[in-house]
């Protein structure tokens, strides 16, 4: 009943009064945005004698007394309640303005600046907007805040298995998402690329397979994959100790953040796998991503570690992985086989359900509950199960109709690995493009859910997934500023958002991140999208009907839009991921029929390379010309030489001259030395 009222006080506001909104963001850059704020002129000053009044739990007070210690301000903590000159933050049994637990409502008066909340969190969420609103480090402008979050669920997953980089790495990065008001903390601590937890049970997990003989990833992967024993000679990697994970729950705790810690299975375990190669169905060292799921060893191991991983993390959560396995060696191993026999499993997708179930009853009899990446859906998903959907939001959306919670990661949002401006202007990336803008345009709620469905949409996280991120600067110039945007997505309420307002704000909490030392993308300097992708192109082709010759028609997870997308006029970004490119797995071969003769200059399309994912330039194009539809003449045939590099790439192939013809005929092969996707945008015809 009160959201309504507060709805209706915003709706009033951009209606009535459009300028209202743009004077107290003159005045504020608070990240994420409040739900309301009601601010006036003058301001409270924080001097020397202002006192810091706490009313709350004594871990509270003690979280939140610490907290601002450490904080710019300098304030005197006393025990009697002041009635001037003071910060008083107290916990109040009801705030009838709010509905979310972690809401605040924050005055700045001449008496001080008061701030109330039913929790700790609320509190702390108070103190961070106190902060973010200071002006000339003391001054708090006059007026109300009135502000919660839209998701309970505000999270950052950082993957610490393919790069390491330590215990005071997070801590500096619970800072960061503390301040923007984010409060879970998602570790991917097993993978591939190493071993990142101590397990008292499993010494071989961290004497061994937490160090590898390529210092990058990149290196190692593409050599030879092998771990190397803790203090041999060149080894790279390491491990947080059960005593430096417990410092991180306690440091983040301190925060209002969640830790979540991920143990990746059936798949993503090629370490496990080395280490004990009896779990894989082989037995053989190196050879194996996935468990074995017949043998009962894997179950023993898998429990343990779960045990040791839940001692430490007290998080309702725990992440199970669950992504991306092959499945194929439980195909033939007896073990396997056997236990489809004998739980009457039909295909092993239902393996690799029967074994999340298995853990997920064994996470709910310790009191936890199961999380994994949208493939536990495949084969049925576990009665108790979130769901994190990161191919896509089709996962999400799917648990939830099944009456699941989820969590949104989608990739085109929320994968903070992707380019976020021009890819020439950056580091190499896994791929992708996503800039600021677009990270803040996602919203995880589509209008058709109805309000059940949508408190079943627990919230939102971004993932950086670190295989092409060696250093730490690195890691923190693909996390900030792109954590603001998401942090305003998952926080701030939808009527609330504006880009260009966002924009100015980002800008300001760049410089200032940098100023405590963290090391963002210089969003002054953005680029932004390809220049082709921002206004369409006029040509003769445009609405012209385009036939896709026999056994080469566009792939159909890349159709750009469909039949006519090669003659729509809209051309594509730094990446096929913005779905304008149209890919082609068998070459490209197409005629345009421009209807009737029609006097020609120029024929020529743009090919894109991205060798990671497969995408790469033609080997030759050739490009015809005909009148009846049936005899062609070449006019030109640019033979290419497709060379793998680390850079995206793009290229034109195209042909100019006079000619007259009614059809366009455009072929483009792929190098069979590289295979993959063919990836063109629009064919233009002048
Ligand atoms: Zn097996």
Known sequence: MMKKLVLIAGLFCSLVMPSCKQMSVEKTSIIPVPLTMDLKSGAFVIDERTSLWIDASEADKNYLQEYLAASPLNLVVTNEEPTSNAIVLRVVNNLPALNRQEGYVLTSSSKGVDIQAQTGAGLFYGVQTLLQMLTDGNKVAYGTIIDEPRFEYRGMMLDVSRHFFGMDFVKKQIDA??????????????????????????????????????????????????????????????????????????????????????????????????????????????????????????????????????????????????????????????????????????????????????????????????????????????????????????????????????????????????????????PEAIGGYLPLKKVYSYNPIPDTFTSEQASLMVGVQANLWAEYIPTKEHMEYMIYPRILALSEVAWSAVQNKDYEDFHGRALKAVDELRTKGYHPFNLEKE??????????????????????????????????????????????????????????????????????????????????????????????????FSNDGKEFTELVKLPHEVVRDDAVTFKNFGWKGTAKARYVRYQASIDSNFGGFLFVDEIIIK
């Open 177 to 426: 998402m503390a301040y923007y008001k984010l409060n879970r903390l998602h570790l991917h601590l097993t993978d591939a690329a190493g071993w990142r937890i101590e397990i008292k049970k499993y010494p071989r997990l961290t004497s061994f397979v937490a160090w590898r003989t390529g210092k990058d990833w990149k290196e190692w992967w593409n050599g030879d994959r092998k771990y190397v024993d803790e203090g041999s000679e060149g080894a790279v990697g390491g491990y947080f100790t059960q005593e430096q994970c417990r410092e991180i729950v306690a440091y983040a705790q301190k925060h209002y953040i969640t830790v979540i810690p991920e143990i990746e299975m059936p798949s993503h375990s090629e370490e496990v796998t080395t280490a004990y190669p009896e779990l894989s169905c082989t037995h053989v060292p190196y050879k194996q991503a996935d468990f074995c799921v017949g043998n009962e060893k894997t179950f023993e191991f898998l429990e343990n570690v779960l045990l040791e991983v839940m001692d430490i993390f007290p998080s309702e959560y725990i992440h199970v992985g669950g992504d991306e396995a092959h499945k194929s060696s439980w195909k033939t191993c007896p073990l396997c086989q056997t236990r489809m026999k004998k739980e009457g499993l039909k295909d092993v997708d239902e393996l690799q359900s029967y074994l999340i179930t298995r853990i997920e009853k064994f996470l709910n009899k310790h009191g936890r509950n199961l999380l994994g990446w949208d493939e536990i859906l495949e084969g049925g998903l576990a009665p108790n199960a979130t769901v994190m959907s990161w191919r896509g939001t089709e996962g999400g959306l799917k648990a939830i109709e099944k009456g699941h919670r989820a969590i949104m990661t989608p990739g085109e949002y929320c994968y903070f690995d992707s380019y976020q401006d021009a890819p020439h202007t950056q």
């Open 527 to 624: 680029v932004g999208n390809r220049p082709e992708a921002k206004i369409p192109v006029e040509h003769l082709g445009i609405g012209k009907h385009v036939v896709y010759a026999e056994g080469t028609k566009y792939y159909s997870g890349y159709p750009a839009g469909g039949d006519d997308a090669l003659v729509n006029g809209i051309r594509g970004g730094w990446n096929y991921s913005d779905k304008l490119w149209q890919g082609f797995l068998k070459g490209v071969d197409v005629t345009i029929d421009l209807v009737k003769e029609t006097n020609i200059q120029e024929v020529n399309a743009d090919f894109m390379q991205i060798c990671g994912p497969g995408v790469f330039m033609p080997k030759e194009v050739i490009i015809s």
